[in-house]
């Protein structure tokens, strides 16, 4: 009797343990009041992928910082170190300009969030994650963090706070310059190639290219400047081959500096303050206020900064006013991403004391937004072989008051031929070409659900032209090739590249 009691009591023992160390591990993953350094950051991702290993990556963007900091991602997905087929892919970038800081302890939260309520059997939270692959990027520009900190402490009076983190925690920082740019004093959201102005002198042709401008993307990077005249950065760099590569659906920027969600086309094109609207100008309003209407104050009608009010809390970005050289049009004009900009408060850089708050107030809207990544529909694109088609085109037709309006921003398949096309609901007419194979064009009704968790499915299987078809396609090409280069020998790159976008 007295053995077992012993064995009883141990086991208790154990178990409480067990149970403390768990929550210590817990709760040392981030301090809620702590703004985190660059060092600190990392650890924190670390120690995530560490207690989530099972549904988390962790990986750097293939450049580093002006003075040499990584630029790490997290991952989350039930298969986190590979693209899934069908599977859309998430990102959140933030701490593009380094003294907005909101966003960058915002993902750090963000990531403790869901691998505790992965743990934790979170019926939501797994789904999101078992159905999405998410990237989460919480600083792109840790150079500026830096130099904004140090600026604030070398400002400080002296005696004032007896260390940095103190500070950060009580007082955060006041000034609105200081560590805004990388550390070659660059404003990275004025810094991405300037692919409006090709798309807005495009739109005066017949059949312009109207997506994937990657060809002008690269030619301006490697011959050009920014629209302030200034070199492609480091950073720039990196975050252009990220969006090129991966095959994101959905993504946002997070900043400081107002409470909106501001939403495409950042500038207009004779770069004026105006309402801009893209193609898909009703897809983007619906995709803002995904976030605004589940934000705690966003949709406020009194004014939360010294700036304008927001209705229903979301804005287009030249009607607010105008960024050339934006990462957001970036996204959409470059890939298959479709990009929005979140303003997450007044203060730049808020005193720590105040992130629980903020997390609070950010946290449902920040899930939702996720789950917008499930819109529309998503299919394979394949021949009668089953191969998979890479780079083919998805036009989009909706249905409106008995006609047919085109919805004049295409996308493409991946190269696993998958493909995924957010729309709001209504009835389309889906039509997917690809060099080689006849068009084929499928109707289908859309009806979003919330937190749904996956699009509606539509795969087209291609067949093949006839031979003879396919050699006068060769030779028409190969005819206006010639007239080109004959009639046309001495175009400018900006001509040159506007000529070449029509589709023959």
Avoid at 8 to 31: A, G, H, K, P
Avoid at 37 to 66: F, G, W
Avoid at 187 to 205: A, G, Q
């Amino acid at each position: 009797m007295i053995q077992q009691s012993i064995y009883f009591r141990n086991f208790i023992l154990i178990t409480f343990l067990i149970v403390l160390t768990s929550c210590q591990d817990y709760n040392e993953l981030i301090e809620n009041e702590k703004h985190h350094n660059t060092d600190e950051m990392l650890a924190v991702l670390d120690r995530i992928h560490q207690r989530c290993s099972d549904i988390t990556h962790i990986y750097d963007l293939p450049l580093k910082s002006v003075e040499n900091r990584p630029l790490r991602v997290i991952v989350f997905s039930d298969h986190p170190k590979y693209h899934e087929l069908l599977e859309p892919e998430f990102k959140y970038v933030g701490n593009m300009h380094g003294n907005e800081v909101t966003g960058r302890e915002l993902l750090l939260r963000l990531a403790e969030y869901l691998c505790q309520e992965y743990r934790n059997d979170n019926e939501e939270i797994k789904n999101l994650i078992e159905n999405t692959r998410i990237h989460l990027l919480p600083s792109m520009n840790p150079d500026g963090w830096e130099a904004a900190v140090q600026y604030a402490w070398n400002h400080t009076k002296s005696g004032q706070f007896k260390d940095i983190s103190t500070m950060l925690k009580e007082s955060g920082t006041t000034d609105w310059i200081a560590g805004r740019s990388n550390a070659n004093n660059i404003d990275l959201n004025r810094n991405f190639p300037n692919l409006d102005e090709f798309m807005y002198e495009y739109k005066h042709n017949a059949n312009y290219r109207n997506n994937h401008l990657d060809i002008e993307a690269f030619l301006s990077l490697l011959v050009g400047n920014d629209c302030q005249n200034n070199s492609y950065q480091i950073e720039t760099l990196a975050a252009t081959f990220w969006i090129l590569k991966k095959p994101f659906v959905l993504s946002a920027n997070l900043h400081n500096g107002a409470l909106v969600a501001n939403y495409p086309y950042d500038d207009s094109e004779n770069h004026r303050r105006m309402y801009s609207s893209s193609p898909d100008d009703p897809l983007f309003q619906l995709l803002a206020e995904s976030y605004s209407s589940t934000h705690k104050t966003m949709q406020s009608q009194q004014k939360s900064c010294d700036t304008d009010v927001f209705p229903e809390g979301i804005t287009n970005g030249a009607a607010w006013y105008p960024v050339c050289g934006g990462m957001q049009d970036f996204n959409y004009l470059a890939s298959n991403c479709f990009e929005l900009t979140f303003e997450l408060g007044c203060k730049k850089f808020p005193p720590g004391k105040e992130l629980p708050s903020l997390w609070n107030d950010n946290k449902k809207s920040l899930i939702n937004f996720m789950w917008q990544t499930h819109l529309g529909i998503k299919g394979l694109i394949l021949n009668e072989e089953d191969d998979m088609i890479y780079d083919a085109t998805i036009k989009v037709n909706r249905l409106i008051n008995n006609d047919w309006e085109y919805i004049d921003h295409d996308v493409t398949s991946n190269i696993e031929g998958d493909y995924y096309r957010l729309l709001i609901d209504g009835t389309y007419a889906i039509q997917v070409i690809s060099p080689g194979y006849e068009i084929q064009t499928q109707y289908v009704h859309v009806h979003n659900k919330p937190n749904q968790k996956s699009a509606k499915r539509l795969d087209f299987i291609l067949q093949r032209k006839s031979t003879r078809r396919v050699n006068l396609e060769q030779i028409f090409r190969k005819f206006f090739k010639m007239v080109r280069s004959s009639l046309f020998p001495s175009l400018s790159l900006k001509y040159f590249l506007l000529f070449f976008s029509i589709n023959y």
